[in-house]
């Protein structure tokens, strides 16, 4: 196994769970002193991902920086990086900081297709570029990405980690245009893919995407079939984390099984962790120039959550004409009229509402 196999999170699973790569990683930062920059790199790169896949984002977020900070010291050090960079995205794309996120994806697919080695991460990235412009409902943008995955001058598709992605891609733009058979035989087949190669999780986990599926299908019995096996199998591996890599377009089913009283605890802590990541974060309107900011997008939540302005002010503790300031900017800036048509739009942009 090379360096960065033992570094990255492929070998988190396997039969033995993530224990004994825990022991190595708190081994290997015993013996570092400060000026061991790669075993300092290496302990945080495996604890991160730990420490992620456990559910821990603070913490993980901490160990990311950690071991991105020792890269930059030792001056890169090939693959490790992108592994490094692969959590920061997620991390990203969890808190919705979107820009932030597509400026540094930008970067990492610019450094990826300098070297023909690298060149075979590329699959894996533009998956993950696909699915952030999805959860913003920014369709044309995710086509595009999806027929880059297509093009005949990708053909190195060979990994299992490509194929998911490409499987995954389609069924996503196939669910947005409601082609939803097409969209469930996609995530069969990552699924199946899945089954049989595990760490092509660090993707997201087939089934979630089954279920999400199933559940804007209109088939609910199947839908909370597939989350209840996904989140019991993901409860036993120990990793819950593994759901916060869905984004937000899974809290609506997670909300369900916390309802239904399905694996409560831990959909308990998942949402917590999803509503924690929401707090003051601005959010760019899509195709325009338009930015709400991290209180415009608390105001446009509790409005689609159908508040008045006296209730929004008692909430957010602010006065009734601020409330009503926000609510005109809020208005211009979605290009609407009425609050109606607001609250339809921030369930177009994929705010999650209380």
Known sequence: MCIRDSFGPALLFNDEGMAASEQFAYQLADLA???????????????AW????QGRVDEAEQAINLAYRYSELIGGLGWIDFHIEWQILVLLLLKRQY???????????????????SAALVPGFLYLHLRAYWLENRLAEASSILARLLDPAM??????VDQVATALSKGLLAQSEKRY?????EFLVAAELHRRVRHTVRLTYPRLSLATLYHEWGRPDQAMAELTASLTDIRQQGKPGIVLQEG?????????AWEQGIEREMVRSLLATFNQSEIAQSLAVPD????????????????SAGASNKEIAEQLVISKWTVKSHVTKILG????????????RARELGLHIP
């Open 248 to 256: 937000h377009s899974i809290v609506p089913l997670l909300e369900l």
């Open 333 to 344: 800036k979605l290009g609407v009229s009425s609050r109606t048509q607001a609250a339809a």
């Open 50 to 53: 730990i420490r992620f896949y």
């Open 99 to 117: 820009g932030h996120f597509e400026s540094r994806l930008q970067a990492v697919l610019a450094r990826a297709n300098e070297h023909l080695a």
């Open 181 to 185: 058979p097409e969209a469930e035989n």
């Open 155 to 160: 053909a190195h598709l060979f990994t299992a």
């Open 288 to 303: 325009t120039n338009e930015t709400l900011t991290s209180r415009e997008v608390e105001v446009l939540k509790l409005i």
């Open 33 to 47: 002193t400060e000026e061991d920059w790669v075993a300092n790199l290496g302990s945080n790169m495996i604890l």
